[in-house]
């Protein structure tokens, strides 16, 4: 610290500054000018500061709303932004994890000032909206983005591209309604509490299956890999519509009506306050998504295995040439990635509604896919992605009791929230070298 | 194809190794002119007359083998079939024969439906031709060395535009027309621009930035039908009226202006890409933008310019819908046309003739499935697949080969764009 600080009293002369750097100061000092005046106004806008909140998601014994007084928050947070900006005009804004968790502090304080602004002068009588917790809708939301991300991540990581996520989802979320409501309905020796379980079994197995044809047909036969991530999706959302179309309606309660997963309560976690129950009391299928994150994590990064996946991704001639058996790899990485990719489709029936509908799930695969590359090809910062898009996805379902903002723009705000995401502050990103090409030997 | 910009494609001399397949030639990030690697794959194969006729050959395999595989479904969606396999041992017979049966009426219909008569060909038409415009769209951006997944935002946008002036505003019907069609293509293009320069300026990544803008597209459009200009006065449901007649395409032939325009549209985009001098930048910066960056091309540039043309095409193939069949506008008219495109550009290989053939023949088969469904009760869905496995199977040559014992080399699979 001490060189850098004295260089400069050394070397009197001006400082040449790079024009990225530059451009960096100019586009963080715009964007928090942006964030502050709207801050501003917001707190301006506030003419009775009372607001109501509630620490739980829904209205229970437990969770009563109370008030509070919205000044404090939105003027704290104008004094955020204020800082951040006051720091970025002096170039004084820090790099590295300091500036990202800064970033992220002036996010959480522009979502504040504007909660306030929507949430008080609702006026007297009437329905009263109150603030929930959004923790507990982010992470019902995230799990299969974030299943979903981890299965692109290992799949690309490994260099073969897939786009079949979507393809996944609605394989797995159609088997795991099948498997559980057989498993409910037919196989007695299975107890009842776990035929959800059973549907989970179901969407593995199915996601395995669609990530068996994207490898047979990508490394066997070196079909494009775009090609056939979009034709698989074509076909999954065509044979499960089709299949489903086939349930005779009397056959409906056999095939089609699933045991939906409960919720479990871990004892000493969930009882932290405004996380714990948030986190802590969800479904198997949420703590399967926290665990995968960090076996995903683990496996790629810790283990040989994962250091072969990634050598196969970025050069496979090189892995070849000390010994590594390219396609067997690519071939583990993406069944693996099935498992995940299945599992987050298992969400759409056993993990929330019930039964499998047409397209179930959404085109939330191409979301996860976004998350993928969002999140730089990481299974982190893709977990990241995934639970920022989940984020605003349900403070957009939760502002929709609210009145001062149209629904349109709401229902639009998470998709543009995820363009100026990636435009303003992920940018420029670099998939693995090798993604896409199939490895051909000689 | 990147060696020779400016030769005629055809008789290439014997013996050159490097010419690449006659459509791949989206070029891999890693080779310097193209098909260095190439040339070893494909030194067994040296005279280009022989290319076309493999490549037919593993097309038609394809779709009989994507055929067959329906045939199976129509099998087992017919409740007559199924109950025959209960008794399959004592009277097997009539199980092949209400199989044959369900077949037969099936793809009779299917063939009837779309090729049979001529309002089915007007159908297939007039169904194949959005398809193929969007489709040109989508393969414009992929020669572009971007992936663009937002045809279906770029449809809805150019809908509302083109619907708005055909049915709000009052103009002679020449006029009328064209500013319909030139709203539509103007609002199709701003939509793709956005993410064209988005990536240009950014670094944002097509794929992401256009599958939100999908999302966006679709809440503007249902934001703009709420307001009482484009409120259908005798219905309760988020419905426009249908564009004047001033504004509708004229009927050619049976069928409307629209069909000729996409075949105009295809011609455009061929020549553009094979003889201008954006095309060529446009493929060198879709085969390697840092080589194209080096050799003093605008990277910038042709990623704005793709999109936007990109957009434009899907802004055409909006008006197909909206001034062609005169539908309302809701949040859903532009159907899955967007999704259907980026197959119908892949299956034809992105260039301009394989993606009118590929547009043709989805066309085909929605108009047939639609007749399948009426005739015959096989579910609409088998469309889908149907259509899914044809590209799957045209795009794995190896394996239709193998299934079919045919011989020969055989096509390569195309390497069209690897990465991202």
Redesign the interface.
Known sequence: MTTTTEAPAAAPEPQVRDRADVRRQVRLVITFAVVLAALVAFALLIEDPKFTYLLGEKRTAEFVPKDGNATYISWGAVAIAAAALVLAALDRFPRGWKGALLGVLVGLAFYAGFLMWAYTDQGEGGFQAFIANPIPGTIRIATPLVLGALAGCLCERAGV?NIAIEAQFLSGAFFASVFSSVAYSSLVFIPVGLCAAFGLLGGVVAGVLIAAMLGW?ALR????Q???G???V??A???T??LL??IPSEHKETLNDPQVLEKIEIPVLADIPVVGDALFNQTLLVYLMYASVALVSFLLFQTRWGLRVRAVGEHPKAADTVGIKVDRVRWQAVLLGGVFAGLGGAYYTVGSTGAFDREVSA?TG??A??AV??GRWHPVGATFAAVFFGFMWNLQNQLSFVQPV?G??L??A???A??IA???F????R?PA?????Y?KG | MSETPNGPAGPAGPGNPGTPPPAGDQGQGTTTQGGVPAGKKEAGRDRDLASWLPTVVDSIAAVVLALVVGAVLIMFSTPRVVESLSYFFSYPWDFFKFSGEAIWDGYRALISGSVGSGTAWTRTLERAAPLICAGLGVSLAFRAGMFNIGAQGQILLGALVGGFIGFHYDLPAGIHLLAALAGALVAGGLWGAIAGVLKARTGAHEVITTIMLNYVGRFTMLYFLGKEALQRPDSDNLLSPPVDDSAAYPTIGGVHLGVLLAVVAALFVWWLLERSTLGFEMRAVGANPDAARTAGMSVARVYVLAMTLAGVLAGLAATMTVLGRQDSLTDQVAGTVGFDAITVALLGRTTPLGTVLAGLLFGALSAGGLSMQGAAGVPPELTQVLQALIVLFVAAPALVRGIFRLRGQGRKADVMATGW
Request: glycine residues 14%; proline residues 8%.
């Open positions: 591209i047909f036969y070196h079909v494009n775009v090609v056939l979009v034709v698989l074509a076909f959302t065509g044979l519509s089709f179309g086939q085109g191409f979301i896919l976004a590359i969002m149209p349109e723009l229902g639009a998470p998709y543009l995820t363009i990636v435009a303003g992920v940018g420029r990103v998939p090798a993604d896409g090409e199939p051909v």
